[in-house]
């Protein structure tokens, strides 16, 4: 029997993903967003994730991209916390986020409970954008600075979120080559 994984993604209290991800500066976030999902539908429901070197392949991109997450949050520390000027709340929450997020790629979500399937895979790419965008907008409400504002949001968009899609476009072609050659 598969078991539904949620939507909801609790990583801050009382913030919610459907109205954060329409705030000012974050406003790309659903085109994004649809592009994850649509993703997510042709690697693992098109394609599929029916075999054991499919998920291996797919268990390794996730891999990839949360270690690549983790590189990106130190750049993201190291950029918040020596810019001069920028509240003591903001450095403080990045910093919070970072070991976070470093904390939840460490438990391996994915690997728990009997090992991994596609269903916990998949969830976890498309729950990666929630996560990060309801951090990334809470560290933007910590600092008046609207400049502030527009570079962390593209950061977030060019390099974090970019790097998700990256992996399952790759992913996509990895598993079409596999199955033509099978």
Known sequence: MTQ????????????SYDVVKHKVHFEWVSGFENSIKRLAVD???????????????VVKGLDLFQENLRTKMD?????IVSK????????????????????????????MGGGPDAQKVRWSFESAIKYIIICATHLADQDDD?????????FVKDVMIQSLIDV???????????????
Do not use: R
């Open 4 to 15: 539904a994984l949620s939507d909801d993604i609790k990583c801050l209290e009382n913030v």
């Open 43 to 57: 690697v693992f429901e098109t394609i599929g994730v029916t075999d054991e070197k499919a998920l291996t392949t």
């Open 75 to 79: 750049e993201l520390v190291k950029q």
């Open 84 to 111: 001069p000027g920028l509240s003591e709340s903001a450095k403080k929450f990045v910093v919070e986020w970072a070991d976070a997020c470093k904390y939840q790629i460490d438990l391996k979500y994915h690997m």
């Open 146 to 154: 609207v400049e502030f504002k527009k570079e962390l949001s593209d």
């Open 168 to 182: 399952l476009e790759n992913l996509k072609s990895q598993l079409n080559t596999s199955k033509k050659s099978s």
